[in-house]
């Protein structure tokens, strides 16, 4: 089985100057992730590849352990450029510079570092698994219910529930999930069809501990500090 494990980090970040090798809890952001490429290469035999634009990225990448040739295109750099547009190159370049076509895709988002291996293997298993389904990605249990406690203002400026449902409790609503960003696993046949992250093919893996994906700085600053007190519920 051939697999390759990706990280985009893109230099530039307008909600967090500097996020992906900003130091958290003594490390850059970037080397949790790298740390987790690195022993799913061990356990899978896989490949591990970078995409980035930035020359500093690749410096603090290179000193835990991931070093790079491949350069970003330009039109991959910006605010408006596309993820999966961005995964793709990484996996087409990979696929040429090492002369194999990969079975499975793995990406691992800077930005959401409360994942380990396990979860990562454990996803790829229930991927394998199915063989109706084309991708799966990380989610986490929603805090708010679509069915129960959520509402969308309508056009006349009454609120409804944004699910129908008719329950009396969160619990007894059925499950919803948020994603938390932290993992992507894609089969190779996904990029060859036209496809969203969230498709009819999708399956999801419920991360079973504490993981969210940082946009603002307080969440950079609340992660900070529960890796710093030994607060996570989980073995990072």
Not at 3 to 24: D, E, Y
Not at 89 to 94: K, Q
Not at 156 to 161: S, T
Not at 186 to 211: E, L, Q, W
Request: proline letters at 4%; glycine letters at 6%; charged letters at 25%.
């Amino acid at each position: 089985m051939n697999v390759l494990v990706s990280i985009c980090a893109r230099g530039g970040s307008k909600g967090i100057p500097g996020k992906n090798i900003k130091p958290i809890d003594g490390k850059p952001l970037i080397a949790y992730s790298i740390r987790t490429a690195l022993q799913l290469a061990k356990e899978l035999g896989a490949d591990v590849a970078l995409s980035t634009d930035d020359e500093q990225i690749i410096t603090t990448a290179a000193a835990h352990g991931l070093n790079t040739s491949y350069r970003r295109p330009a039109e991959m750099a910006t605010d408006q450029a596309g993820k999966l547009d961005v995964i793709k190159a990484i996996l087409l370049h990979s696929e040429k510079e090492n002369g194999k076509r990969y079975d499975y895709h793995i990406d691992l988002d800077v930005t959401s570092p409360l994942r380990n291996a396990h979860d990562v293997l454990s996803g790829l298993q229930v991927l394998q698994q199915n063989a109706e389904a084309i991708n799966l990605f990380s989610v986490s249990k929603a805090r708010r219910n679509p069915y129960f406690n959520m509402v969308e203002v309508k056009k006349d400026g009454f609120c409804e529930l944004v699910k129908k449902g008719n329950f009396l409790t969160r619990q007894s609503a059925p499950q919803v999930y948020e994603l938390n960003a932290s993992f992507y696993i894609f089969k190779r046949a996904f990029f060859d069809g036209v496809f969203s992250t969230i498709n009819d093919r999708s399956i999801v893996y419920d991360v079973p501990h504490m993981c969210f994906d940082m946009d603002e700085p307080v969440d950079f600053q609340f992660m900070e500090y529960l890796m710093a007190n030994n607060q996570l519920d989980f073995e990072l």
